[in-house]
């Protein structure tokens, strides 16, 4: 269950989930750190069985591994859920992380947690780190009560907030992003169009991009250069759902029917514009930035062709 060999040791919190995946392959194929993961319902041979919301496993867990670093990528992200589930999104979301940054503030781990765009009311962007929150549903107000619990537990801490995430997944509807695919193949099966949002700008984010500036803000805990505060990390290409509909049907060779809708139709209210300036950590050198087109190809390439018609040319 731990890899690696140096003496510098990571605890990586929700290693299964759709970014924890590609964090710890990050880890694994560019570090010798001790790299010891946790999961829950997707705990299997190469992780620990750590429900996040059992205070006492939680704390007797970090005592136990003494890590230099925790990594946090557990979470409740479904908006839809945190809006019917309050009590699971606040055990989730906030709680655990009080319970995380307390035993790490008292073994001494640096702790680094990941908060999302969706803290903004996504009227005045771009947004900094120190811009006024607002968040405009209940998975944007737990993920901001979330990072004041933990930076309130533990002062050598740091918040990586994100925006729309893509990546390799085990299912398309792991991504909000892949999760349009089933539309897309269908309207080119049976000419139903698929009907794409056209009025929020999101900006999306390749997993394993986001995994490097993971694995690098470790590296500068590992020197002792740790950051601490808020910092935001985004991919730099502004797309509505639209867009990114017409992108992945052109990569997948679709004649697929794809039709904008200009107002917002979610049942949960989203932001309509929350993009986060990354300057802080850009001017630190970090990260890498994957274009749209390449990184959705490599996620579409690793599943089988739809079987439907496809444009000759
Ligand atoms: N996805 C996005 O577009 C996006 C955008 C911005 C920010 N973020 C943030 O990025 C982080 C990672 O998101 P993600 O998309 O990778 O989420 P995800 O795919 O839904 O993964 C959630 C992780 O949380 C774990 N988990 C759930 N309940 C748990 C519990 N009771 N105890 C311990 N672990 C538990 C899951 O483990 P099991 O599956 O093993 O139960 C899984 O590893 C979150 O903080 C999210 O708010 C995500």
Redesign the pocket.
């Given at each position: 269950m731990t890899i690696g060999n140096s003496d510098f040791k990571v605890i990586l919190?929700?290693?299964?989930?759709?970014?924890?995946r590609a964090v710890s392959s990050e880890l694994t194929e560019q570090t010798r750190w001790q790299v010891v993961r946790?999961?829950?319902?997707?705990?299997d041979a190469n992780s620990v069985k750590?429900?996040?919301?059992d205070k006492e496993a939680v704390r007797t867990f970090i005592f136990e591994q003494e890590p230099d670093a925790i990594v946090?990528?557990?979470?409740?992200?479904?908006p839809d859920v945190c809006e019917n589930d309050p009590s699971l999104a606040k055990a989730?979301?906030v709680d655990?992380l009080e319970f995380i940054g307390a035993a790490a503030n008292e073994t001494g781990a640096w702790v680094l947690s990941?908060?999302?765009?969706y803290v903004f009311d996504g009227t005045q962007p771009p947004y900094r780190p120190d811009d006024a929150p607002n968040p405009l549903n209940a998975y944007g107000r737990s993920?901001l009560d979330g990072e004041r619990a933990l930076m309130q537990s533990i002062a050598r801490s740091c918040v990586l907030r994100?925006?729309?995430?893509y990546g390799p997944v085990t299912d398309w509807s792991?991504?909000?992003v892949t999760s349009l695919v089933p539309a897309i193949v269908k309207s080119g099966v049976d000419n139903v169009p698929a009907i794409m949002d056209a009025w929020a700008t999101r900006y999306p984010t390749f997993t394993p991009d986001v995994a490097i500036v993971i694995r690098q803000l470790l590296e500068r805990c590992e020197s002792a250069k740790a950051v601490k505060g808020v910092v935001h990390w985004s991919g730099n290409e502004s797309m509505t759902k639209f867009d990114i509909a017409g992108c992945i049907a052109r990569v997948l060779r679709l004649d697929a029917k794809i039709h904008c809708q200009q107002t917002p139709a979610d049942a949960t209210p989203r932001p309509k514009d929350c993009h986060l300036a990354s300057a802080a950590l850009d001017n630190m050198d970090i990260g890498r930035r994957t274009a749209f087109e390449v990184g959705i190809r490599a996620v579409l390439d690793s599943w089988p062709k739809p079987t439907v018609s496809r444009q000759t040319t």
């Open positions: 919190i929700g290693a299964s989930g759709l970014l924890g946790t999961a829950f319902r997707h705990a750590l429900d996040i919301r946090v990528a557990a979470a409740e992200r479904r989730l979301n655990a990941i908060s999302t765009d993920k994100l925006p729309l995430l792991e991504s909000a």
